[in-house]
């Protein structure tokens, strides 16, 4: 077996193990809200994520497009499979940390951000495609304020609708409504992290003269959400902690807030093609429900915690990628 065709299957070996993990570590966030206000338990919350998971991964294409082909051109990167296979090894490695810890970080920078150090490692910073890196990055920084702006007005026109109800009535409505919000939730969760893998894998097509082409085949899309469905499946519980608790105390009414907010600015970003943290995306909007409920309720420690995470994510992974490649470079 020649040696491109073996790095081409470990890349897809990688790409599907990074979906798999991404399942567990990111789709906590999208049920965090609806398990700690019991609106479902557990296991139904995790089960109605994978699948809807796996349906949001089956929409849409325009992310995995964007990641395989903004930044860095496939076609023309050198040692391209050996600098796919070291961003996809690094970004495992800092999601694992992450997970074990409870941290809420970011899938999407440490992707994005080992890509760029494998690369920049392999042939300097003028590989990169700054004006599509630049728009991934905007998009990724614009999204969290976008959603804790969204978040905060959103609750607040709930809260002037509903502020003579019967709070018990009104919470048991709303967590009725919730099951509905969360599935809506891991829906967008699908449509933008699962083509994340699908970019990289068609970038080894590209780079190893598999395919001539960025658009996503088949085959490719559909065992990502598969991979992502899987992983959804096994659970985030210390991140669900984390997210569904440690923010703020989550009602019903909040969550139903937070969940509509952060739902629908994935989904907007999806449809644009831009590749957004969703898990930068959902703690923002419950950070912004929170404020706008009673701003002295929301654990700013714990938000601040994750700000940082968020903040090093990106160079860390690059860093750890670039280390990576000039490993694998020795071995390939």
Not at 65 to 73: F, G, L, M, N
Not at 88 to 111: K, M
Not at 172 to 198: C, E, L, P, W
Not at 273 to 297: E, F, N
Request: glycine letters at 10%.
């Amino acid at each position: 077996m020649d040696t491109v065709l073996i790095l081409t299957i470990l890349v897809v070996v990688c790409a599907l193990a990074f979906d798999f993990i991404n399942g567990f570590h990111d789709t906590a966030n999208a049920i965090a809200t609806s398990v700690s206000t019991k609106a479902l338990t557990p296991r139904k919350a995790i089960i109605m994520a994978a699948v809807m998971n796996f349906v949001g991964a089956m929409t849409f294409t325009g992310v995995a497009k964007t990641i395989s082909k903004d930044i860095v051109d496939p076609f023309t990167l050198h040692n391209g499979d050996v600098v796919i296979l070291a961003a996809l090894v690094a970004a495992i490695a800092w999601n694992l940390i992450t997970w074990y810890y409870g941290i809420p970080s970011s899938s999407s920078h440490a992707i994005i951000g080992s890509i760029a150090g494998a690369a920049i490692a392999a042939s300097g910073f003028n590989t990169l495609h700054y004006s599509g890196f630049l728009k991934i990055i905007e998009g990724l920084l614009i999204s969290p304020v976008l959603a804790f702006v969204v978040g905060y007005i959103f609750y607040l026109i709930i809260k002037n609708i509903f502020k003579n109800a019967n709070l018990a009535k009104t919470n048991n409505g709303f967590r009725k409504v919730q099951i509905v919000t969360a599935a809506f939730q891991a829906y967008s969760h699908g449509t933008n992290d699962a083509q994340k893998a699908m970019g990289i894998i068609t970038m080894a097509l590209i780079a190893n003269g598999y395919t001539d082409s960025t658009d996503i085949q088949l085959w490719v899309q559909i065992s990502c959400a598969i991979a992502m469905g899987l992983g959804t499946s096994i659970g985030g519980w210390k991140i669900i902690k984390t997210v569904g608790g440690k923010i703020m105390k989550i009602r019903p009414v909040n969550g139903v807030a937070a969940d509509l907010t952060g739902a629908s600015v994935i989904l907007g970003a999806s449809a644009l093609g831009i590749p957004v943290s969703t898990t930068h995306v959902i703690t923002s909007s419950i950070l912004g429900v929170g404020s706008s409920h009673r701003l002295r309720g929301v654990k700013w420690g714990t938000a601040k915690t994750m700000v940082i995470t968020w903040f090093i994510t990106l160079p860390i992974s690059a860093a750890l990628a670039g280390l990576t490649y000039f490993v694998l470079n020795l071995i390939f």
